[in-house]
């Protein structure tokens, strides 16, 4: 792949004395979805936590190409990478409850320098995405569903204006119509512009929607390739998919 937008090579993690990554590399292209699935305890929410700078003891390279140049986040910390345009959805959502909708949307853009035209230009567009949210703006993050708080997750990642945007398990907690609901919504976040780097557990789901996909089995690669093809692929089918498909 030419001048990939995140490229991680040979990264290494620890929590504590543990090692939880043990060499993962993985390349996204510009306007990609990639999916990371595997079992509990992959590794693949640390992946995550590690690109973002959450993590302290680490080793390897995370480069990414926000701005013509390749910059190495790996000594970076999380407000800076922010402003490399890299935006993250943490699980569990982590919305603001008692703020009101508005002032969570408002805080994804703190950090921003742009003119103040540009910002309500993007919370239109986040707005227009959910347009629960704007019905609900003046309600406390507190009293949303789970969804609706997921979803105001992910319209405050977009106030960030971000490239590329980290979401690990946004379907966790979901029902069934809530869940296709959101991953339409992050398809659509996609075609405008927006690489996806997503985590999550309902892997047939993430795969439907992505272009390609890595398995990390014990904090290391196992499969990678494109999406559709790893739907077919028997050990995915049988580990992942629940069977043939």
Do not use: C
Request: aromatic share 6%; proline share 3%; net charge positive.
């Amino acid at each position: 792949m030419n001048n990939p937008l995140l490229e991680i090579k040979n990264l290494e993690s620890w929590y504590g004395k543990v090692k939880i990554l043990n060499g993962v590399d993985i390349h996204i292209a510009e306007g990609e979805i990639v999916s990371l699935i595997g079992p509990n305890g992959a590794g693949k929410s640390t992946v995550l936590k590690n690109i973002f700078g959450l993590i302290e003891k680490r080793h390897g390279e995370i480069l990414f190409n926000g701005d013509g140049k390749h910059i190495n986040l790996l000594n970076k910390t999380s407000q800076q990478i922010v402003k490399t345009g890299i935006s993250y959805v943490p699980q569990g959502r982590s919305v603001f409850p008692s703020l009101t909708v508005q002032e969570n949307l408002d805080m994804g853009a703190y950090i921003r320098e742009d003119k103040k035209s540009e910002i309500m230009h993007d919370l239109n567009y986040a707005y227009e995405k959910f347009p629960i949210l704007r019905q609900r703006k003046n309600q406390k993050a507190g009293l949303l569903s789970g969804g609706e708080q997921q979803m105001l997750a992910i319209a405050r990642a977009l106030m960030l204006h971000p490239k590329l945007m980290l979401l690990d398990e946004p379907s966790l907690g979901l029902s069934p119509k809530t869940k296709f609901a959101i991953f339409e919504k992050i398809k659509e976040i996609n075609k405008s512009g927006v690489t996806i780097l997503i985590v999550e557990q309902n892997a047939r789901m993430s795969l439907e929607m992505s272009d390609r996909a890595y398995v990390l089995e014990l904090g290391k690669n196992k499969l990678e390739g494109n999406a559709k093809d790893l739907t077919k692929d028997e050990r995915v089918q049988h580990l992942y998919l629940g069977g043939a498909v």
